[in-house]
T-cell receptor, first 112, second 112 residues
């Protein structure tokens, strides 16, 4: 129940394409869903986050889509660029909880 | 900017050695975390601390211990390093009650 399942494990997209990474969860008590971006040799950094009272959040080329009934959320990267090549982690947290539960990670490669 | 600093980027230790990984944060965060990152397994929580001298086990605490004597510093200890502890170790911190975690740059530990 504490797990967050992320797919795919790796993804290759052409420059200018749309990258889509999916996550699913079981615990309906989760109420905060962030995405972290990690470049090689660096620690993960918060990219964008959503709470379940909205179905979509957009920041620049990055959009989170949230489907509460399906218990799924996804990250969409529009007009993908080589600089977006990184590992992406979804995560979830319960209200009042002090820790995040992370997905398995997706290694995204954008080909020029 | 929040800064989480891990004392070493790379470490090579011998089997059976006692290993100390150090982490310092400069934002007066109550919570500090140690994660382990392995390909395909995502970020797995080893231990976390929500106050000085307080600690809680995460998902994979076996073979590890922690110490938090000061608010800004959180140490991960491998009592007797083994080859299956070869991994990337990530420290993070967050405000109490706030789910956003800030990560250090990671320590890549190799046990030979």
């Amino acid at each position: 129940q504490q797990q967050v399942k992320q797919s795919p494990q790796s993804l290759i997209v052409q420059k200018g394409g749309i990258s889509i990474i999916n996550c699913a969860y079981e615990n309906t008590a989760f109420d905060y869903f962030p995405w972290y971006q990690q470049f090689p040799g660096k620690g993960p950094a918060l990219l964008i986050a959503i709470r379940p009272d909205v179905s979509e959040k957009k920041e620049g080329r990055f959009t989170i889509s949230f489907n509460k009934s399906a218990k799924q959320f996804s990250l969409h990267i529009m007009d993908s660029q080589p600089g977006d090549s990184a590992t992406y982690f979804c995560a979830a947290s319960m209200r009042g909880a002090q820790k995040l539960v992370f997905g398995q990670g997706t290694r995204l490669t954008i080909n020029p | 900017d929040v800064k989480v600093t891990q004392s070493s980027r790379y470490l090579v230790k011998r089997t059976g050695e006692k290993v100390f990984l150090e982490c310092v944060q400069d934002m007066d965060h109550e919570n500090m975390f140690w994660y382990r990152q392995d390909p395909g397994l995502g970020l797995r929580l080893i231990y976390f601390s929500y106050d000085v001298k307080m600690k809680e086990k995460g998902d994979i605490p076996e073979g590890y211990s922690v110490s938090r004597e000061k608010k800004e510093r959180f140490s991960l200890i491998l009592e007797s390093a083994s080859t299956n502890q070869t991994s990337m170790y990530l420290c993070a911190s967050s405000l109490y009650g706030a789910p956003e975690a800030f990560f250090g740059q990671g320590t890549r530990l190799t046990v030979v």
